[in-house]
Protein backbone atom coordinates (compact mmCIF):
# COMPACT_ATOMS: atom_id res chain seq x y z
CA UNK A 1 0.00 0.00 0.00
CA UNK A 2 1.27 3.39 -0.82
CA UNK A 3 2.12 6.08 1.93
CA UNK A 4 -0.62 8.18 0.67
CA UNK A 5 -3.52 5.08 1.04
CA UNK A 6 -2.13 5.16 4.55
CA UNK A 7 -2.57 8.31 5.64
CA UNK A 8 -6.07 8.61 3.65
CA UNK A 9 -6.50 5.11 5.95
CA UNK A 10 -5.71 6.68 8.68
CA UNK A 11 -7.50 9.77 8.25
CA UNK A 12 -10.82 7.76 8.12
CA UNK A 13 -10.49 5.79 10.87
CA UNK A 14 -9.40 8.50 12.55
CA UNK A 15 -12.64 9.96 11.36
CA UNK A 16 -14.84 7.05 12.65
CA UNK A 17 -13.49 7.29 15.65
CA UNK A 18 -14.46 10.73 16.36
CA UNK A 19 -18.20 10.31 15.16
CA UNK A 20 -18.24 7.35 17.77
CA UNK A 21 -17.20 9.68 20.43
CA UNK A 22 -19.75 12.71 19.38
CA UNK A 23 -22.17 9.40 19.97
CA UNK A 24 -21.00 8.73 23.17
CA UNK A 25 -20.89 12.19 24.20
CA UNK A 26 -24.98 13.19 22.88
CA UNK A 27 -25.36 9.89 24.83
CA UNK A 28 -23.96 11.84 27.81
CA UNK A 29 -25.79 14.96 27.64
CA UNK A 30 -29.00 12.90 27.05
CA UNK A 31 -27.85 10.82 30.60
CA UNK A 32 -26.96 14.44 32.19
CA UNK A 33 -30.46 15.61 31.36
CA UNK A 34 -32.44 13.10 32.51
CA UNK A 35 -30.94 12.87 35.69
CA UNK A 36 -31.90 16.59 35.99
CA UNK A 37 -35.19 16.37 35.06
CA UNK A 38 -35.79 13.21 37.23
CA UNK A 39 -33.94 15.04 40.16
CA UNK A 40 -36.39 18.25 39.35
CA UNK A 41 -39.21 15.47 38.97
CA UNK A 42 -38.70 14.23 42.52
CA UNK A 43 -38.22 18.15 44.49
CA UNK A 44 -41.33 18.90 42.99
CA UNK A 45 -43.23 15.89 43.98
CA UNK A 46 -41.50 15.99 47.75
CA UNK A 47 -42.68 19.76 47.54
CA UNK A 48 -46.38 18.66 46.48
CA UNK A 49 -46.13 16.13 49.34
CA UNK A 50 -45.04 18.61 51.87
CA UNK A 51 -47.38 21.44 51.09
CA UNK A 52 -50.44 18.50 51.26
CA UNK A 53 -49.13 17.40 54.60
CA UNK A 54 -47.87 20.44 56.30
CA UNK A 55 -46.68 18.41 59.67
CA UNK A 56 -44.66 16.29 57.72
CA UNK A 57 -40.63 17.22 56.87
CA UNK A 58 -39.01 14.34 54.24
CA UNK A 59 -35.95 14.85 55.25
CA UNK A 60 -34.99 11.64 54.69
CA UNK A 61 -36.06 11.52 50.92
CA UNK A 62 -34.35 14.90 50.88
CA UNK A 63 -31.61 13.56 52.05
CA UNK A 64 -31.87 10.72 49.50
CA UNK A 65 -32.05 12.93 46.69
CA UNK A 66 -28.78 14.74 47.42
CA UNK A 67 -26.83 11.25 47.75
CA UNK A 68 -28.27 9.62 44.11
CA UNK A 69 -27.48 12.97 42.77
CA UNK A 70 -24.01 12.96 44.09
CA UNK A 71 -22.96 8.98 43.19
CA UNK A 72 -24.94 9.90 39.59
CA UNK A 73 -22.65 13.31 39.60
CA UNK A 74 -19.33 11.16 40.70
CA UNK A 75 -20.14 8.70 37.80
CA UNK A 76 -20.64 11.22 35.33
CA UNK A 77 -17.30 12.76 36.65
CA UNK A 78 -15.45 8.84 35.69
CA UNK A 79 -17.20 9.06 32.33
CA UNK A 80 -15.95 12.53 31.57
CA UNK A 81 -12.77 11.55 32.41
CA UNK A 82 -12.59 8.31 30.68
CA UNK A 83 -14.19 9.55 27.38
CA UNK A 84 -11.15 12.70 27.39
CA UNK A 85 -8.59 10.19 28.36
CA UNK A 86 -10.40 7.98 25.38
CA UNK A 87 -9.98 10.81 22.86
CA UNK A 88 -6.46 12.13 24.02
CA UNK A 89 -5.10 9.01 23.44
CA UNK A 90 -6.78 8.63 20.16
CA UNK A 91 -4.87 11.73 19.30
CA UNK A 92 -2.22 11.20 19.97
CA UNK A 93 -1.94 7.93 18.47
CA UNK A 94 -3.20 9.31 15.45
CA UNK A 95 -0.61 12.51 15.71
CA UNK A 96 2.31 9.55 16.05
CA UNK A 97 0.99 7.74 13.00
CA UNK A 98 0.00 10.83 11.16
CA UNK A 99 4.00 11.92 11.47
CA UNK A 100 5.29 8.98 10.72
CA UNK A 101 3.87 8.38 7.40
CA UNK A 102 4.81 11.88 6.71
CA UNK A 103 8.19 11.26 7.42
CA UNK A 104 8.07 8.06 5.60
CA UNK A 105 6.40 10.49 2.46
CA UNK A 106 9.36 12.85 2.58
CA UNK A 107 12.47 9.80 2.47
CA UNK A 108 10.71 8.15 -0.40
Known sequence: MDIQKKIDRLDDD?????KK??????????????AKNV??????WIFSFCCN??????????????ENREIFDRKIQRY?????????????????????LEKEKKNS
Open 53 to 66: SPDTVPSYELRQIE
Open 80 to 100: EERLNKTYHEENRIYNKKLEE
Open 21 to 34: VSEYEWDYQDMRRE
Open 39 to 44: SEEMSE
Open 14 to 18: HIAFR
